[in-house]
């Protein structure tokens, strides 16, 4: 079973431009978490998803950004007119059960 | 490479009591470690860290931990237990000078269960 996996692994993007990064959780399971994690800072949570549904979109920004888990496909975080300041590694982590969680090697972005 | 583990998968305390959760470590250089707990349906929250400094972090929710440099050891510590406290509590760590750049690494989780 493979674990969770998360592309790119590494993102280069200029400002203004869109960032999309994508996280496919491990097989069976149907909850997905979203973390960005700043320089020299922990994990903050972003956003909590089970297929087709937000769940808890309370570490979000309110522009720019936006996730989806739809029912086929990976889950995506999206990230509109990236600023210097989205520069972050994130990370995606699933669950089978919306509880223990399982972490993807993260996606670290950097925007020019 | 860094690494964290948590050796207890559960920890079970009676209300009121003191409780601990532990968490060794292992990188190159010195550690930026972390603690975090997860409620049931929430994500991680942050609970507090250690960067530098006094031995003895302090964070939310009355939680502590003691970084300890010789043991490589984080352990989690609260003086006095609540139910409320009962959740799955996950240990992290950086290593700023190693090849991971700013990328946490996770414990497997420990589930406290407090009782009354």
Same mark, same amino acid.
């Not at chain 1, 692994?9 to 200029?14: A, C, E, T, Y």
């Not at chain 1, 297929?51 to 309110?62: L, T, V, Y």
């Given at each position: 079973?493979?674990?969770?996996?998360?592309?790119?692994?590494?993102?280069?993007?200029?400002?203004?431009?869109?960032?999309?990064?994508?996280?496919?959780?491990?097989?069976?399971?149907?909850?997905?978490?979203?973390?960005?994690?700043?320089?020299?800072?922990?994990?903050?949570?972003?956003?909590?998803?089970?297929?087709?549904?937000?769940?808890?979109?309370?570490?979000?920004?309110?522009?720019?950004?936006?996730?989806?888990?739809?029912?086929?496909?990976?889950?995506?975080?999206?990230?509109?007119?990236?600023?210097?300041?989205?520069?972050?590694?994130?990370?995606?982590?699933?669950?089978?059960?919306?509880?223990?969680?399982?972490?993807?090697?993260?996606?670290?972005?950097?925007?020019? | 490479?860094?690494?964290?583990?948590?050796?207890?998968?559960?920890?079970?305390?009676?209300?009121?009591?003191?409780?601990?959760? %532990?968490?060794?470590?292992? @990188? +190159?250089?010195?550690?930026?470690? *972390?603690?975090? $707990?997860?409620? /049931?349906?929430?994500?991680?929250?942050?609970?507090?860290?250690?960067?530098?400094?006094?031995?003895?972090?302090?964070?939310?929710?009355?939680?502590?931990?003691?970084?300890?440099?010789?043991?490589?050891?984080?352990?989690?510590? %609260?003086?006095?237990?609540? @139910? +409320?406290?009962?959740?799955?509590? *996950?240990?992290? $760590?950086?290593? /700023?000078?190693?090849?991971?750049?700013?990328?946490?690494?996770?414990?497997?989780?420990?589930?406290?269960?407090?009782?009354?």
């Amino acid at each position: 079973n493979a674990g969770v996996m998360q592309n790119p692994r590494h993102l280069v993007r200029r400002r203004g431009q869109e960032a999309r990064l994508r996280c496919s959780p491990m097989k069976g399971h149907s909850h997905v978490y979203w973390y960005r994690q700043l320089p020299e800072e922990g994990l903050k949570f972003m956003v909590y998803l089970q297929k087709e549904n937000i769940i808890d979109e309370s570490g979000m920004p309110k522009e720019r950004f936006s996730a989806e888990f739809p029912k086929e496909g990976p889950s995506i975080l999206r990230i509109q007119q990236v600023v210097r300041g989205d520069s972050a590694a994130y990370f995606c982590a699933s669950s089978p059960n919306g509880y223990g969680q399982y972490f993807g090697p993260g996606t670290r972005l950097t925007v020019t | 490479a860094q690494s964290v583990a948590q050796p207890e998968d559960q920890v079970n305390v009676a209300e009121g009591n003191p409780l601990t959760v %532990k968490c060794t470590y292992s @990188v +190159s250089g010195n550690p930026y470690l *972390f603690w975090y $707990v997860q409620y /049931p349906n929430r994500g991680l929250q942050f609970l507090l860290k250690y960067i530098t400094g006094d031995n003895l972090v302090k964070g939310s929710y009355g939680f502590e931990a003691e970084f300890n440099k010789s043991q490589t050891s984080f352990h989690l510590k %609260k003086p006095s237990a609540l @139910v +409320s406290d009962s959740a799955l509590y *996950f240990c992290a $760590v950086r290593d /700023p000078g190693g090849n991971a750049g700013n990328m946490l690494t996770f414990g497997g989780g420990t589930r406290l269960m407090v009782k009354p």
